[in-house]
């Protein structure tokens, strides 16, 4: 069956640090791959997305690395702040529709 | 610019009664429109997707419908409520042609709770 992986743990980092949340799936073969945030009680924000020929791709603070071969991708904030606590998704694109993984929560500290 | 408009925000239902949300999108045309369903500490589940008016297609039988009367209108429904429908609703909207970056956007949410 198809599954999209996220750490359901929370990841606790301290302020300053760089933030790695993985998404890893299985029996998807996705063009592209995107990234989500969401704040509790709110939908999702659409922050990245890296087409499957791209291994990376940045935007400010964030990276996003897109390993077809390890059928992973890997999300990083640098430089984290506290504004950066929220719940980060990834989403896989299939048939014209988004599957969703079921998010790893990120709380940084002060 | 575009906007997509939810509601409503919360909703108590008691079983066996009917549901309609509603979502709205503002300035676009064709877009494609989704339904979601999220489950406390859960991750979306994808529930209707349409690519135009009266074209959709669901993605998990259930006790639920969805409707696209209108190009930028997309409803959700249901005849009787199950406790099992309770959760959090969201609509998205993404537009058509080349993706370039384009994600999906999402309205606001409709958080669902059948009693």
């Known amino acids: 069956s198809q599954k999209i992986e996220q750490n359901s743990e929370a990841l606790n980092i301290q302020e300053g640090k760089t933030a790695t949340l993985t998404c890893n799936y299985t029996?998807?073969?996705?063009?592209?791959l995107q990234w989500y945030r969401q704040d509790p009680g709110r939908g999702p924000v659409f922050l990245l997305l890296?087409?499957?020929?791209?291994k990376e791709k940045r935007k400010e603070r964030l990276k996003v690395t897109f390993d077809t071969t390890l059928k992973q991708s890997l999300f990083h904030i640098t430089a984290s702040q506290p504004a950066d606590s929220a719940t980060y998704l990834c989403?896989?694109?299939?048939?014209?529709?988004?599957?969703f993984g079921s998010g790893t929560k990120l709380n940084v500290k002060p | 610019s575009q906007t997509i408009h939810q509601w409503p925000a919360t909703l108590v239902q008691p079983v066996g009664s009917p549901l309609s949300l509603e979502c709205t999108v503002e300035?676009?045309?064709?877009?494609?429109l989704y339904w979601y369903r999220q489950a406390a500490g859960r991750g979306l589940q994808l529930l209707f997707y349409?690519?135009?008016?009266?074209?959709i297609s669901s993605e998990v039988p259930q006790n639920l419908s969805a409707s696209r009367p209108q190009d930028r209108q997309f409803i959700l429904s249901s005849k009787k409520l199950l406790l099992s429908d309770s959760g959090f609703y969201l609509c998205?909207?993404?537009?058509?042609?080349?993706?370039?970056?384009?994600?999906?956007?999402f309205g606001s949410g409709t958080r669902l709770t059948v009693v």
């Open positions: 998205a909207w993404r537009g058509t042609g080349s993706l370039s970056n384009y994600g999906y956007t």
């Open positions: 029996n998807y073969s996705p063009a592209y």
């Open positions: 300035g676009t045309s064709n877009p494609n």
């Open positions: 349409s690519i135009g008016i009266d074209q």
């Open positions: 989403a896989l694109y299939n048939f014209n529709k988004f599957y």
């Open positions: 890296i087409r499957e020929n791209e």
